[in-house]
């Protein structure tokens, strides 16, 4: 059986780069009111470079008394690649990275900017790094004012919630230690019971201890356990969630489907569909859907889903019918087949979002969130500049 060896947050990581690279971006164009990916590159290899790794910078008022302040980490993961000028060279590991995130910057948040710049107020910007903290956002961008009553009032500006992407359809996860209360979460279901009928709660108790052997940390920091035998213990993990197509895992990947599409015919269908939809945006807040931007960095340009096409998605989800389906994948031909839980409008049978199972190398299971055709609809594409 082949195993793909997939490495968390490698070195070199464009996602964790792309996350400064818009940070810095927010903050020159709010700054200076324009922002070019040459000015990215020079702030990153001055600025950034001489405070590195914890940044925290706060500009002098302006003529009309606002100040614009930048918070963000720089992670291990880029420390020795995003200070090194040949990898913003042609060919470099960065080299495409700030014109585009400029580009997109400049296209999307010039309101805003307009905003702060031409009101009577003194505001302060603050735009911050967030993503290592495990939520969905990864930068965000708040404003501090004095409204007219003379109160102190902090909130996000307009679409700046930002979730980032690059090239990727994942706009979030039904993973971790708690993965079955994920499910239930999401989709309203008692998906504890179902991971228990399925025996998939008891084959993960199982393959709990096996996982703790394989970490990232036993086998490349401590090295108590070759990649080899590593790769044994793995085989094993593997046979008991996944069997040969068959495991428990796609048995509750299955029953959940089906008990959701059980409910999606029943009298509290149309609620239930509403509710499907807003947790699995990743937004499971309890005012809703509206407070993430997805900016997605594609090969050929960047694609934006903002407050306001998630709002007409979600209200296109009042009036649709859903079917569920289940379905099982294969990367390659000698894979064992992953579950996967698919989410069609019943009216023109394209596919909304589907949740896809993987288990990588180190025996960490994810559950991803991916946007299907109907999903991309919504979403506003712009080409690069050449």
Same mark, same amino acid.
């Given at each position: 059986?082949?195993?793909?060896? %997939?490495?968390?947050?490698?070195?070199?990581?464009?996602?964790?780069?792309?996350? +400064?690279?818009?940070? %810095?971006?927010?903050?020159?164009?709010?700054?200076?009111? #324009?922002? @070019?990916?040459?000015?990215?590159?020079?702030?990153?290899?001055? #600025?950034?470079?001489?405070?590195?790794?914890?940044?925290?910078?706060?500009?002098?008022?302006?003529?009309?008394?606002?100040?614009?302040?930048?918070?963000?980490? %720089?992670?291990?993961?880029?420390?020795?690649?995003?200070?090194?000028?040949?990898?913003?060279?042609?060919?470099?590991?960065?080299?495409?990275?700030?014109?585009?995130?400029?580009?997109? *910057?400049?296209?999307?948040?010039?309101?805003?900017?307009?905003?702060?710049?031409?009101?009577?107020?003194?505001?302060?910007?603050?735009?911050? &790094?967030?993503?290592?903290?495990?939520?969905?956002?990864?930068?965000?961008?708040?404003?501090?004012? #004095?409204?007219?009553?003379?109160?102190?009032?902090?909130?996000?500006?307009? =679409?700046?919630?930002?979730?980032?992407?690059?090239?990727?359809?994942?706009?979030?996860?039904?993973?971790?230690?708690?993965?079955?209360?994920?499910?239930? =979460?999401?989709?309203? +279901? =008692?998906?504890?019971?179902?991971?228990?009928?399925?025996?998939?709660?008891?084959?993960?108790?199982?393959?709990?201890?096996?996982?703790?052997?394989?970490?990232?940390?036993? $086998?490349?920091?401590?090295?108590?356990?070759?990649?080899?035998?590593?790769?044994? $213990?793995?085989?094993? $993990?593997?046979?008991?969630?996944?069997?040969?197509?068959?495991?428990?895992?796609?048995?509750?990947?299955?029953? &959940?489907?089906?008990?959701?599409?059980?409910?999606?015919?029943?009298?509290?269908?149309?609620?239930?569909?509403?509710?499907? +939809?807003?947790?699995? /945006?990743? =937004? /499971?807040?309890?005012?809703?859907?509206?407070?993430? *931007?997805?900016?997605?960095?594609?090969?050929?340009?960047?694609?934006?889903?903002?407050?306001?096409?998630?709002?007409?998605?979600?209200?296109?989800?009042?009036?649709?019918?859903?079917?569920?389906?289940?379905?099982?994948?294969?990367?390659?031909?000698?894979?064992? @087949?992953?579950?996967?839980?698919?989410?069609?409008?019943?009216?023109?049978?394209?596919?909304?979002?589907?949740?896809?199972?993987?288990?990588?190398?180190?025996? !960490?299971?994810?559950?991803?969130?991916?946007?299907?055709?109907?999903?991309?609809?919504?979403?506003?594409? !712009?080409?690069?500049?050449?």
């Amino acid at each position: 059986m082949r195993f793909i060896q %997939i490495f968390e947050a490698p070195i070199g990581n464009r996602g964790d780069a792309s996350e +400064i690279y818009q940070a %810095i971006a927010l903050y020159l164009l709010f700054k200076n009111k #324009t922002v @070019s990916g040459k000015d990215i590159q020079t702030f990153v290899m001055k #600025t950034v470079a001489a405070k590195s790794p914890n940044i925290n910078i706060q500009s002098r008022p302006n003529q009309k008394g606002d100040v614009f302040k930048l918070q963000m980490p %720089i992670p291990a993961s880029v420390k020795t690649t995003l200070f090194d000028l040949k990898n913003y060279q042609q060919g470099g590991l960065y080299a495409d990275m700030p014109d585009k995130v400029a580009q997109a *910057t400049s296209n999307e948040y010039n309101k805003q900017v307009q905003f702060i710049h031409d009101n009577q107020r003194k505001d302060a910007i603050d735009i911050a &790094v967030v993503g290592g903290k495990g939520g969905k956002v990864d930068v965000m961008g708040t404003v501090t004012y #004095t409204d007219a009553q003379g109160k102190q009032k902090t909130e996000p500006l307009e =679409n700046m919630e930002i979730s980032l992407k690059i090239g990727s359809d994942k706009f979030g996860q039904l993973s971790g230690k708690q993965m079955v209360a994920a499910f239930g =979460n999401a989709f309203g +279901i =008692n998906a504890d019971s179902i991971a228990k009928q399925t025996g998939f709660s008891q084959a993960l108790a199982k393959a709990n201890p096996l996982m703790l052997q394989i970490t990232p940390t036993k $086998i490349k920091k401590q090295k108590t356990i070759s990649r080899d035998d590593a790769d044994k $213990i793995l085989a094993q $993990i593997e046979t008991m969630l996944y069997g040969k197509g068959d495991g428990p895992m796609h048995k509750f990947y299955r029953a &959940v489907a089906n008990t959701i599409n059980t409910q999606l015919t029943g009298p509290q269908g149309e609620k239930k569909e509403r509710k499907i +939809i807003a947790n699995a /945006l990743g =937004n /499971l807040v309890k005012s809703g859907i509206g407070k993430v *931007t997805m900016l997605n960095y594609e090969k050929n340009g960047y694609s934006i889903l903002d407050q306001t096409a998630i709002k007409k998605l979600s209200d296109l989800m009042k009036t649709t019918d859903l079917r569920v389906e289940y379905a099982i994948k294969g990367k390659k031909q000698d894979d064992v @087949s992953r579950p996967y839980i698919e989410f069609y409008d019943t009216k023109d049978n394209e596919m909304f979002f589907f949740v896809r199972n993987n288990m990588d190398h180190y025996g !960490v299971i994810r559950n991803n969130l991916q946007q299907g055709k109907k999903f991309v609809q919504f979403k506003r594409f !712009v080409k690069y500049n050449k």
